[in-house]
């Protein structure tokens, strides 16, 4: 059974930075499209950035495109999400999955951006 374990997550300035790291165990990581998502408060979860099997392709959600960054190691069985010019508004507790049918959720961890 896969494991995910997010981190990096914590209390940011407006404008500033964060990277987030996802590790995952258990299972064949790189034969998957991974993504992150997030949750805030009293919303659904939605998916903010989303990377292929090779890292070559990314896409992400127009509320943070140009902003973030996904990549992957496919070696180190890692996704990061490099997160800049944060806004208030990505506040929320941020997750890795995969895009298929989704392995049991992690922890996941808490982003707050504010002043």
């Known amino acids: 059974q896969v494991q995910l374990v997010e981190s990096g997550g914590g209390l940011v300035q407006p404008g500033g930075s964060l990277r987030l790291s996802c590790a995952a165990s258990?299972?064949?990581?790189?034969?998957?499209?991974m993504g992150w998502y997030r949750q805030a408060p009293g919303k659904e979860r939605e998916l903010v950035a989303r990377i292929n099997t090779g890292g070559r392709i990314t896409n992400y959600a127009d509320s943070v495109k140009g902003r973030f960054t996904i990549s992957r190691d496919n070696a180190k069985n890692t996704v990061a999400l490099q997160m800049n010019s944060l806004k208030s508004e990505d506040t929320a507790q941020y997750y890795c999955n995969r895009i298929r049918t989704p392995w049991p959720w992690g922890q996941g961890t808490q982003v707050t951006v504010s002043s």
């Open positions: 258990g299972g064949r990581f790189s034969i998957y499209d």
